[in-house]
């Protein structure tokens, strides 16, 4: 069977280290694996229109935005697809289809969709839209055939939806869709990155992030005044790096030759957290120790950054190409649909004819 990638962003702002550590920087691993046949990263902007529909600018504005965190990051558009999902009518089509096979409630029993509404006050009002985009992202992933979605924990329901619809879309019309897996950081600090605040998510819609196009300077600062253990007022007292967020960056993203470069006193991060828990090392200590584990790796992404921002119109095009590569994929697996779901009327020469056929005879009774 073809091994396909199918994941995305939605342009409601520049990406930060949360994507990074959840979802980008795996995606260029698996891209230069070679493993799989094809690979398309989506930037979704009609999901992001659901909850900014009366802010169309916002959303034009980050689709470059997006673009260039991607070309930075390492994804190589010969080896994957970038697209714009408004371009690709077909996802819409698929999505009015697969609407028939989900209830109400299952939807409202989506943790994820539950936050997301706390999160925008919408509990009085909900788009329609907003409430049904995970059976959008259903249309999302179906339509390339998708076989792995790799994506940070807060997409598990969505994929869980997914595969539900794509279990009853084949029990009902016959196999047809590609039954797709989720692939999870296996970092589990990767999973969900706490904002800079401490709060649960790193998100752009609670402005608690370092974005990966930063300077290093804004960087610095970010991480010297982040959150960390409340009680942890004075260098002698003991510490908690469980829940503490500097240390679940670290968790995620320092290496070992990081503390051999930044902090030879200490051999690996588990002897760092043992000091931290028994007292006696201060937070600016680590924090400027995570200053330089930050840097590091998002200096090279912030270079390349550069380079492509001088490419403005290259970047357009390779969106342009890359959303009609994709639609020309969607168009396919959606003929199959609708030849699956019985409504290929015009291609469908044997029904016609038997109809003539039928008429013809009964003409010939009367
Ligand atoms: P919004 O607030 O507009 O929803 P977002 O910051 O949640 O934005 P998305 O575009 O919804 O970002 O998510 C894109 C991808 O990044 C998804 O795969 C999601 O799982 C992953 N992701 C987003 N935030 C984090 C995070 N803090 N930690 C790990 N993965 C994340
Ligand atoms: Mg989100």
Not at 10 to 23: C, E, F, M, N, W
Not at 30 to 46: R, V, W
Not at 247 to 267: G, R, T, V, W
Not at 327 to 340: G, I, N, P, W
Request: charged share 30%.
């Amino acid at each position: 069977m073809r091994k396909v990638i199918l994941t995305g962003d939605r342009p409601t702002g520049k990406l930060h280290v949360g994507h990074y550590a959840g979802s980008l920087k795996r995606r260029v691993e698996l891209q230069n694996s070679g493993e799989f046949d094809d690979i398309f990263i989506m930037i979704a902007d009609a999901q992001a229109l659901t909850d900014n529909a009366d802010n169309p600018e916002k959303v034009r504005q980050n689709i470059i935005e997006v673009a260039l965190d991607y070309l930075a990051c390492g994804l190589d558009p010969e080896k994957s697809t970038l697209l714009i999902q408004s371009q690709i009518p077909e996802l819409c089509e698929m999505s009015f289809y697969y609407m028939n096979l989900v209830t109400v409630s299952r939807l409202q029993r989506n943790p994820t969709v539950k936050a997301e509404i706390q999160l925008r006050n919408f509990e009085a009002s909900i788009p329609v839209g907003f409430f049904t985009y995970p059976i959008s992202q259903a249309a999302d992933i179906t339509a390339f055939r998708a076989t792995t979605v790799p994506v940070g924990e807060d997409q598990m329901p969505m994929l869980e939806q997914t595969r539900e619809i794509v279990h009853k879309f084949n029990t009902v019309y016959g196999e047809t869709l590609t039954m797709p897996n989720i692939l999870l950081p296996d970092n589990q600090a990767c999973m969900r990155l706490p904002g800079i605040d401490g709060k649960a998510k790193m998100s752009k819609s609670l402005g608690n992030c370092i974005y990966l196009s930063d300077t290093e300077e804004e960087v610095r600062k970010k991480i010297m005044s982040m959150f960390t253990d409340p009680n942890h007022l004075r260098v002698e007292d003991p510490g908690r790096v469980e829940g503490n967020p500097v240390f679940i960056y670290l968790d995620a993203f320092s290496k070992p030759e990081h503390f051999e470069q930044f902090l030879p006193d200490y051999a690996n991060l588990d002897e760092l957290k043992a000091h931290y828990t028994r007292g006696g090392l201060g937070d600016v200590k680590v924090k400027k120790f995570l200053n330089r584990v930050m840097q590091a790796e998002l200096e090279p992404i912030r270079e390349r950054r550069k380079v492509w921002e001088k490419r403005i119109p290259e970047v357009y095009e390779i969106l342009e190409q890359g959303s009609k590569k994709a639609q020309s994929v969607a168009a396919q697996t959606l003929a199959d649909m609708k030849r699956a779901m019985k409504i290929n009327y015009f291609e469908d020469r044997e029904l016609i004819e038997k109809q003539a056929a039928s008429y013809a005879e009964e003409s010939g009774n009367k």
